[in-house]
């Protein structure tokens, strides 16, 4: 009898020591599956996860999971290249826009130096009010869209306090027809980071136009030490959720004055290109768009 036992527990022995090797040889086939699974979404590549494992459910797994990431792959091929000629097209289109539209704006010139009646002038107020309207919009189109191809742009070491200074300068002249007077605070300590110049000054000018389209009168720029800067202005026509709106391309607020809605989308996607954190928020019915530039390197 003790004999018998003894053999019992020895083939139990043997059987969890067995089910055990089992367990562990399933915990590395489904590890090796989890990690190439994450390797084959970040990568554009149509190699098939391949597992040490020899069990058949965990094989058929891998098999499942290979069939649907081709599917994967198709679908993100034909979506990049319908994105693509998306881009190409509207691209193109809006460049051969621009020549018409700036012969319709020439002509427009002449016709106002002529005489006219007030209901005529009127008229012609409001054509050349649309015409611009639909240039400006053709020209912000034609620059989304080059910016969102997604060349990669040279970098330089910039000052921010410089750059900001810059671009607030170059808008002194609508600064003064929108009778507004910024209070600028720019910190002395110089901040230094790795940009595109062109590009940052298309961020800046981009956020400064919508403050003086939805500005009630006002605008603040601060610039902290750490080259944290905040564009401010009072907005009573905003909302928080309207704020959070925009940066959503072709998104204007009504009261906006020829606006098309990318001048913000473009300014987002440049930050993000640059590693640049961009967000806007709004309190006490003011709305603050908030720059962050972490320190960098080459």
């Not at 720019?186 to 980071?193: G, P, V, Y």
């Not at 959720?241 to 606006?259: C, I, Q």
Request: proline share 2%.
């Amino acid at each position: 009898m003790m004999l018998y036992l003894e053999i019992l527990c020895m083939a139990l022995f043997a059987i969890c020591l067995l089910l055990l090797w089992k367990i562990a040889l399933l915990r590395r086939a489904a590890g090796e599956i989890h990690r190439e699974f994450e390797e084959r979404l970040s990568e554009d590549t149509n190699t098939p996860i391949a597992i040490s494992s020899r069990d058949s459910a965990m094989r058929l797994l891998a098999a499942g999971i290979n069939r649907q990431l081709r599917l994967l792959n198709q679908e993100r091929r034909r979506f990049q290249q319908g994105d693509r000629e998306l881009k190409e097209a509207v691209t193109g289109i809006s460049h051969d826009l621009r020549t018409p539209l700036t012969a319709i704006l020439g002509y427009l010139d002449l016709l106002e130096r002529e005489e006219h009646t007030e209901e005529t002038r009127r008229y012609l107020g409001m054509v050349r009010n649309r015409t611009q309207a639909l240039a400006d919009l053709t020209e912000e189109l034609f620059r989304y869209f080059i910016t969102a191809s997604g060349e990669e742009e040279e970098g330089e070491w910039l000052t921010l306090n410089d750059v900001l200074e810059e671009s607030l300068a170059s808008y002194y002249g609508a600064f003064v027809q929108s009778r507004i007077l910024p209070r600028i605070s720019i910190s002395e300590e110089k901040a230094e980071r790795f940009l595109n110049r062109s590009a940052l000054m298309r961020i800046f000018g981009n956020i400064i136009s919508n403050s003086l389209k939805y500005s009630d009168g006002d605008l603040s720029v601060t610039m902290e030490a750490d080259g944290t800067i905040v564009f401010s202005n009072r907005a009573r026509s905003l909302s928080p959720v309207l704020a959070g709106k925009l940066f959503e391309r072709f998104y204007t607020v009504e009261t906006g004055s020829r606006s098309t809605g990318l001048g913000l989308a473009i300014a987002k996607q440049l930050c993000e290109r640059m590693g640049v954190h961009i967000r806007a928020d709004y309190r006490e019915e003011r709305l603050m768009i908030t720059l962050y530039f972490p320190e960098n390197a080459p």
